[in-house]
């Protein structure tokens, strides 16, 4: 059974870094795309940034793009999101997803991210 443990959240004053990592097992981890979404109470899950399989090509939405950086290490079946000159709006439970060509897909739990002075 596939399973996505993410961390590295927590409190960061504005302006702050966080780097987030997604610690992927029970599946082949260099078939599957990634990405990351965040979401806040009362708001949809918004997609922050993906990866492919490869690691080839990245996609960032307009709000985090030059901020965040999404990368992978496939030897250690790890993805990451390092995030730069955090704001209050950057608060939000973190999730990594991974999905297969087939449309396989998994979720983590969550990691929250908390942007306050």
């Known amino acids: 059974q596939g399973q996505l443990v993410e961390s590295g959240g927590g409190l960061v004053q504005p302006g702050g870094s966080l780097r987030l990592s997604c610690a992927a097992s029970g599946f082949p981890f260099t078939y599957y795309a990634f990405a990351w979404h965040r979401q806040t109470p009362g708001k949809e899950r918004e997609l922050v940034a993906s990866i492919t399989s490869t690691g080839t090509t990245t996609n960032y939405a307009d709000s985090v793009q030059g901020r965040f950086t999404i990368s992978r290490d496939n030897a250690k079946h790890m993805m990451f999101l390092q995030m730069n000159s955090l704001n209050p709006e950057d608060t939000a439970v973190y999730y990594c997803?991974?999905?297969?060509?087939?449309?396989?897909?998994?979720w983590g739990q969550g990691t929250q991210v908390t942007v306050s002075s």
């Open positions: 997803r991974a999905e297969s060509e087939d449309v396989k897909t998994y």
